[in-house]
């Protein structure tokens, strides 16, 4: 579905969940539904940054449900960028708001442009992008 794509780059490029996910219990899949008590999920995309080197940004999370609750947790995300002096890509482990910081940077864009213009919420599924 084109708003659950758009909700994954938001959450990659900027760290903020969808609108309504309920604190992102919603966004990942319900480990009831399999029988599970736990679930992990992974957004992952790649782009080139303002310098034109390559960048993989990383973000993992969790779901664990236990009787009657349900915890969401966001796990720690990696920043991988391309050195073109090593030709090798070096991966930088962060917290979630040094990613939060860093990653609009390296897009080039600031995070409300990212938030209320390019990845602004879709309230009805004929609203154009």
Known sequence: EKKTIIECLRVA???ELPPNSKQGKTFVHDPQIIGESEVKGRVKIKFLNVGG???VVSRAFQLTSRGST????TLEG????????????????HRCADMN?????????????????????????????
């Open 101 to 129: 910081t860093v990653v609009p940077q390296l897009l080039g864009v600031s995070k409300p442009i990212l938030d209320n213009v390019i990845f602004c919420h879709q309230v009805k599924e004929s609203q154009i992008i």
């Open 13 to 15: 490029c900027t760290g």
């Open 53 to 55: 080197n390559e960048v």
């Open 78 to 93: 990696s920043l991988e960028i391309w050195n073109e002096v090593t030709k090798q890509r070096e991966a930088l482990s």
């Open 70 to 73: 349900t915890t969401f947790k």
